[in-house]
């Protein structure tokens, strides 16, 4: 079983739409990432939390929300698509201090 | 938003060949990592660098952070079909801070 479980893998959805994306892990990692991916570019952050009642904005976070609900899961919300959202989402997850992010297989999101 | 300077952006190279692909800052990050991501994966960690000037290396792979803390490098040697894919640095600033990533280095191995 994967450490980072990201859910969906796919979704279409229609402008407009409230989404939301869901990351579970199992590495017991306090600290919990959403970056996104668009082609021919690197990842950027959208947000991020250190633990359940921790959450910081990153480069990228208008549009989007987030939750922490538990130290295992941290969800992204869009709560009105857009179609340049339309990107490829990955979780991540790390231990505290400089410890390496490691990430789910990522959503593939797309808004028309 | 800051994003890291990747070169070069696509290699097209022979099995058996090495290769080299470096990421360059205009500010310091006190860590520097390198990702594989294979097509419908997230990046995989291949090495993590913590200290000014330290050479790592994992099996083919070697990189290294350099002592202006403002760059890092990623040498593969003896390149196999396995190896295609894209790569990315990342740096930190803090253990606080989340990652910036340059765009990628596409790998490609010709036959």
């Known amino acids: 079983d994967a450490d980072v479980t990201q859910t969906p893998r796919n979704r279409i959805t229609k402008t407009g739409k409230r989404i939301m994306l869901e990351c579970s892990q199992t590495k017991g990692h306090d600290r919990m990432y959403w970056y996104r991916q668009d082609p021919g570019l690197g990842l950027r952050l959208i947000y991020y939390?250190?633990?359940?009642?921790?959450?910081n904005k990153g480069e990228i976070s208008d549009g989007y929300s987030v939750s922490r609900q538990a130290q295992a899961k941290f969800s992204l919300s869009l709560e009105s698509a857009i179609p340049n959202q339309t990107a490829l989402y990955f979780c991540?997850?790390?231990?505290?201090?400089?410890?390496?992010?490691?990430f789910g297989d990522g959503t593939r999101l797309s808004i028309l | 938003g800051q994003q890291l300077n990747q070169s070069p952006q696509s290699m097209f190279i022979q099995e058996g060949e090495d290769v080299s692909m470096n990421c360059t800052s205009s500010s310091i990050f006190n860590t520097w990592l390198w990702y594989k991501q294979d097509p419908g994966e997230g990046p995989v960690l291949l090495i993590a660098?913590?200290?000014?000037?330290e050479l790592t290396s994992n099996g083919r792979l070697t990189a290294q952070f350099g002592i202006t803390r403002k760059d890092s490098f990623l040498n593969i040697s003896a390149s196999i079909p396995s190896d295609v894919g894209i790569y990315f640095c990342?740096?930190?600033?803090?253990?606080?801070?989340?990652?910036?990533f340059g765009k990628g280095t596409h790998l490609i191995i010709q036959p």
């Open positions: 939390s250190f633990d359940v009642k921790d959450i």
């Open positions: 990342a740096g930190q600033k803090g253990g606080a801070d989340g990652l910036t």
């Open positions: 991540a997850t790390s231990d505290s201090g400089y410890q390496p992010q490691h």
């Open positions: 660098l913590y200290k000014a000037g």
